[in-house]
């Protein structure tokens, strides 16, 4: 196991230049994310629901910058899906995620 001691920010750190709103929408884009890729790989419900993901993606389409995109970037490029598509499914392709059929809570 790596230590990140001096890498990761303690609590009550001041990260220079991310606003709080970046951080929290940052963490949850990041649960819901990897939330959907463990419930899609082990056949689970996925852990949130469509307005959930429907805050988070409009969230994220407005701050999320085309320069994070890409090959070696945190993003894949956005994912096309049809315009009938979920908010669940629209928030995994904007995250660069190929959406396919998985269990949904309801």
């Not at 959907?36 to 389409?61: C, K, N, S, V, Y």
């Not at 070696?72 to 904007?94: K, L, T, Y």
């Amino acid at each position: 196991m790596v230590l990140l001691t001096g890498v990761l920010p303690k609590a009550g750190d001041v990260i220079e230049g991310v606003g709080a709103d970046q951080l929290g929408l940052r963490t949850v884009m990041g649960h819901l994310t990897h939330g959907w890729d463990l419930a899609t790989a082990t056949g689970q419900p996925i852990p949130f629901t469509e307005q959930e993901a429907m805050e988070t993606l409009a969230r994220a389409e407005a701050t999320l910058p085309p320069q994070y995109r890409g090959e070696h970037m945190p993003f894949g490029p956005i994912v096309p899906v049809a315009e009938n598509a979920s908010a669940v499914d629209r928030m995994v392709a904007s995250m660069g995620r190929e959406p396919g059929p998985a269990p949904r809570n309801s």
